[in-house]
């Protein structure tokens, strides 16, 4: 069954966006990650308009994390102070991202910026993640390795406009979660994520957050700092596509309750190895795309004289 | 103003031996939350005062045009080992859709002089006046040629039946991916490959219901459209997942 998509202006399967959005959330469910950076390029792969996909998709992630975040509040998991330092940064970010986007737009490059993004941040993370669990595992079959220790104090001490985050136990300046804040707002309005697989090593290795807070902190920024990139889509581009946004939510719902069980089931270094390796794949074709000679030359953008 | 021109001239003919009667099987296509694609069927008759008596072979030319819109093409070129668009043409006048049928090829029913005044064919009907780049040639071909691929340019030889000199009709399918607006149909008649007559027709292609609703507000009314979409989103995630949680108990 065909559905026209009023925004988007094409028409797609309406299957297919239930489909892609459940497998998404089978997978975000599984490895509890936000799944943006999987459907964001899925949607490219599909034939939606990159601008179009990007804004829906932080649509998305405002729905898909405001049940999450409700959950980590009950739990006290939420460092309400460091959100908010994160977030205003977050505020900052998106509106800078914004602008480099619709900049880029008029040049016709803007598919071009979100697909190298991706390569670059979805390489990075890929790797990382990778060479982590396969350490992981090789540590796991030694029973003697010797776990390597967190350095306590590292240069984000020492810088002024300290502050005290009773609930993470931090004493620490305001300016490097302003700067983590600010980067995953850029991210947000470029590649629609949510940028919580940026946000949570940064919060756990950078800034030394406790991990129990880690997850509700990140989520309630990502809450606010995608709505707001979401309103600025809407009112400067008009690329939201509500209705793509609710069919992929609906199939995401869904998904990310049945990844979550099977998830329970499966080792974590295991798991986080089939992340990395599918983050990889990702990354993988969008390079690729990049890099062979495409088969049509040419391409059409909206006229005007922007 | 061509046409028009064309128009006056075709009616100015002494006596106008034969003349088009027309008919469309629909004269509105409604872009709803299922829109597939559509066809349309134009059939007509030739009327004439007497019997056929005019000499030279007789074309029907069928085009259907939707509305005009600037684009740009883009070109891609390799930079640094990566494929990124570099040159760029404007092409002025683009319609969105633009099919032409004929009953025969259609350099054997029509002079080139006539498609140049009335820019009937393909290459006449889409051009780049301000395109300054040595090869615009070569964009306004690319872009026929993708908007081809997504059937919203068609070329359609011996697409119009012709029975006995006197019926005609064809078949136009419409892509899911069409642009808003007003659609011109213009049928041209042509005897010994020149113009005898022309008819002119509209056709109303229409977002309707929901997703007319819808594009309104995201374009009239974007704020309180992006506060809609954040709303509904939540409250279909929030939904789904209890609906979810209710079905496992």
Redesign the interface.
């Given at each position: 069954?065909?559905?026209?998509l009023?925004?988007a202006?094409?028409?797609v399967n309406i299957f297919l966006l239930l489909g892609l959005g459940g497998i998404v959330g089978v997978l975000s469910g599984m490895f509890g990650v936000g799944g943006g950076f999987l459907m964001t390029p899925l949607l490219f792969f599909i034939g939606i308009p990159p601008a179009v996909a990007v804004a829906t998709e932080a649509?998305?992630i405002?729905?898909?994390s405001?049940?999450g975040v409700l959950a980590h509040l009950k739990r006290k998991t939420v460092d309400l102070r460091m959100g908010t330092v994160l977030l205003i940064g977050g505020l900052v970010g998106s509106g800078l991202g914004i602008t480099l986007f619709n900049y880029l737009k008029a040049l016709?490059?803007v598919?071009?910026l979100v697909q190298l993004c991706y390569v670059v941040f979805l390489g990075m993370i890929g790797s990382m993640m990778f060479i982590e669990s396969l350490n992981a595992i090789r540590r796991a079959s030694k029973p003697g390795g010797s776990v390597p220790k967190r350095r306590k104090h590292n240069w984000v001490h020492n810088l002024p406009f300290k502050m005290k985050f009773r609930v993470s136990g931090l004493y620490i300046s305001v300016i490097p979660p302003l700067m983590v804040g600010v980067l995953v707002g850029v991210l947000a309005a470029i590649m629609g994520v949510g940028g919580g697989f940026i946000m949570v090593p940064a919060m756990i290795y950078l800034l030394g957050m406790p991990t129990k807070v880690v997850v509700g902190t990140s989520l309630f920024q990502i809450i606010f700092v995608t709505?707001f990139t979401?309103?600025l889509?809407?009112?400067t581009n008009?690329t939201?596509d509500?209705?793509l946004?609710?069919l992929l939510?609906?199939g995401?719902?869904?998904g990310?309750?049945i990844g979550t069980r099977i998830g329970v089931k499966m080792k974590a270094e295991q798991l986080r190895i089939w992340l990395a390796i599918m983050v990889l794949a990702v990354c993988g074709k969008l390079a690729f795309d990049?890099?062979?000679?495409?088969n049509?030359?040419?391409?059409?953008?909206?006229?005007?004289?922007s | 103003m061509i046409r028009l021109v064309a128009l006056l001239l075709s009616l100015a003919l002494p006596a106008k031996a034969e003349e088009i009667v027309l008919g469309l099987s629909k004269d509105e296509v409604a872009i709803t939350a299922t829109f597939d694609g559509s066809e349309i069927l134009i059939f007509g008759a030739i009327k004439r005062d007497g019997p056929v008596e005019v000499p030279g072979d007789l074309g029907v030319i069928v085009t259907i045009a939707g509305p005009d819109e600037p684009v740009t093409v883009r070109k891609k070129d390799r930079r640094l080992g990566i494929w990124v668009n570099t040159e760029s043409v404007e092409v002025d006048v683009a319609p969105t859709f633009y099919a032409v049928a004929t009953n025969r090829p259609l350099d054997e029913i029509l002079t080139p002089a006539e498609d140049l005044n009335t820019r009937i064919s393909m290459q006449r009907a889409i051009r780049s006046i301000g395109a300054t780049a040595d090869n615009a040639q070569s964009f306004t071909e690319a872009l026929i040629r993708i908007r081809g691929s997504q059937g919203l340019y068609q070329t359609i030889p011996e697409g119009v039946s012709v029975a006995e000199e006197a019926l005609f009709r064809v078949l136009i399918p419409l892509p899911a991916n069409l642009t808003e607006g007003d659609y011109v149909a213009e049928i041209y008649l042509t005897r010994d490959k020149q113009i005898i007559d022309l008819y002119t027709t509209t056709i109303a292609v229409k977002k309707v219901g929901l997703e007319r609703w819808l594009y309104n507000l995201a374009h009239e009314n974007p704020f309180l459209y992006g506060l809609m979409s954040l709303s509904i989103a939540i409250a279909a995630g929030w939904g789904a997942s209890a609906a979810f949680s209710a079905f496992r108990r």
């Open positions: 069954m065909q559905i026209y009023p925004i202006e094409v028409s649509n998305q405002v729905a898909s405001f049940s016709g490059q598919e071009l709505a979401t309103m889509h809407a009112t008009f939201v509500v209705v946004a609710v939510l609906v995401g719902v869904i990310a309750q990049l890099l062979v000679m495409p049509e030359l040419y391409s059409l953008g909206t006229g005007g004289h | -």
